[in-house]
């Protein structure tokens, strides 16, 4: 029994340095974990598109607002803006996108990426000026890939269409041997190639006087697709890191106030029991910035808040234990109450830490039910007390039981 707990206190020891290690910012494998933050910490863009839906049944206009917000969501992403977040907002007949963009201060050309539809058409061009579209467009396209000219050296983007994108371009480009193929975006010809034999297998290039930025914009544009309606930007703003830095400052400074005032409350009402809490507490606060970084969670000031919310229910589930084995001491020896006060105490720790979880569920929303409406900051906050709350439940009863098991007598 004693070696089982030595081993199992040796492997609490092994992951709480292990943690630590990744919480103070060391490299892994030599990759480096940082920690993410919120647009309200870092500073960015904060972006108000409002949508275009007055021609629209009101039958079709909720779908067409929730492709509206995938096709921007997903052009953001392939952008490479990490942790973005966009929301529909819909207030007194008007619909509108709301696209926060941290670590971005310089907003237009993210604006102008998105803002652009992308509608991808190949059309023949017939005489000098006569343009005739073809019934080949971005709805038939499998990806796109920014690429290299072999001959030019030149940025340009490769496409590859799906099964019947390729029957259709395989007869387009059969009956337009020797003639320029049209490629247009948006009404603009970009490209038009001369078509020099058939093209069998659905791949083309799309070849012109871009630059790198270019062409990864016009991939990023034909992976998302085309935007269902039109939208104008209505607000832009732009946060700055300042103002977060300061809210960061002051919330630590909150946070280890509060970890020693409840620290030092363990300590003076449970005596050597509060020293095993507080260094379950100080496990929990490691393995909690650890994950922080490893999942990554993206910080921000009602994250924060879920935080040192979450510290209190890790300490709640100790005091449960110790009232209880105050009781249970007065009957039997010291061994066999610990484990009864573990047993006993564990289904109010259980009922009270489900009912929490539960409701940061709904907060989070991570199954998108429509007719819950979530902000980007309250997914933030569920997200962090609901982690908070897992690893309170293995600190306070994992952790604190093996200590209590080995060193109090």
């Known amino acids: 029994m004693k070696k089982n707990l030595l081993v199992k206190t040796i492997l609490i020891l092994l992951l709480v340095l292990a943690c630590g290690y990744i919480s103070l910012g060391y490299p892994i494998f030599g990759k480096k974990f940082e920690l993410q933050l ?82 991808l058409l190949f059309a023949e061009i017939v005489g000098e000026n006569q343009i005739v579209p073809t019934n080949l467009t971005g709805a038939d396209l499998k990806s796109a890939d920014t690429t290299f000219d072999q001959n030019s050296g030149k940025p340009s983007v ?10 259709k371009f395989e007869e387009i480009t059969g009956k337009t041997i020797g003639k320029p193929l049209a490629i247009i975006l948006d ?38 697709g085309a935007l269902p309606i039109p939208v104008k930007l209505v607000e832009e703003k732009t946060i700055g890191a300042t103002l977060g830095a300061d809210s960061v400052n002051k919330s630590i400074k909150a946070g280890v106030i509060g970890l020693v005032m409840v620290s030092l409350f363990m300590i003076l009402i449970y005596g050597r029991y509060g020293l095993v809490a507080d260094f379950a507490l100080l496990t929990f606060g490691v393995i909690t910035f650890a994950l922080y970084k490893l999942i990554p969670v993206t910080l921000t000031l009602p994250g924060i808040a879920g935080f040192l919310l979450s510290v209190g229910m890790a300490v709640d589930s100790n005091i449960l234990i110790f009232e209880r084995l105050k009781e ?71 952790v604190s039981r093996n200590l209590l098991r080995l060193f109090v007598k």
């Open 328 to 398: 249970e001491i007065k009957l039997r020896p010291f061994a066999s109450a610990l484990e009864i006060s573990f047993g006993r105490a564990w289904d109010s720790i259980r009922d009270a830490n489900v009912a929490t979880l539960v409701t940061a569920f709904i907060l989070a929303n991570p199954l998108d039910w429509s007719f819950l409406h979530v902000s980007g900051p309250v997914r933030g906050f569920a997200i962090t007390l609901a982690l908070g709350i897992a690893i309170s439940l293995f600190t306070g009863i994992v």
């Open 187 to 224: 009404n603009n010809i970009i490209s038009a190639p001369v078509v020099n034999e058939k093209i069998i297998g659905g791949k083309a290039q799309i070849s012109g006087n871009f630059t790198v930025d270019e062409a990864k914009k016009l991939e990023v544009q034909l992976n998302a």
């Open 38 to 119: 919120g647009l309200d910490l870092s500073g960015g863009s904060h972006l108000v598109f409002e949508a275009d839906t007055e021609n629209l049944e009101s039958s079709k206009k909720e779908k067409a607002l929730s492709s509206l917000r995938n096709v921007i969501e997903k052009r953001v992403n392939l952008f490479g803006v990490s942790e973005s977040n966009v929301t529909t907002s819909s207030f007194e007949g008007k619909d509108r996108i709301i696209v926060e963009l941290p670590g971005i201060n310089d907003p237009k050309e993210a604006t102008n990426l998105i803002g652009q539809t992308a509608q």
């Open 158 to 167: 490769s496409i590859e269409f799906n099964e019947e994108g390729s029957k």
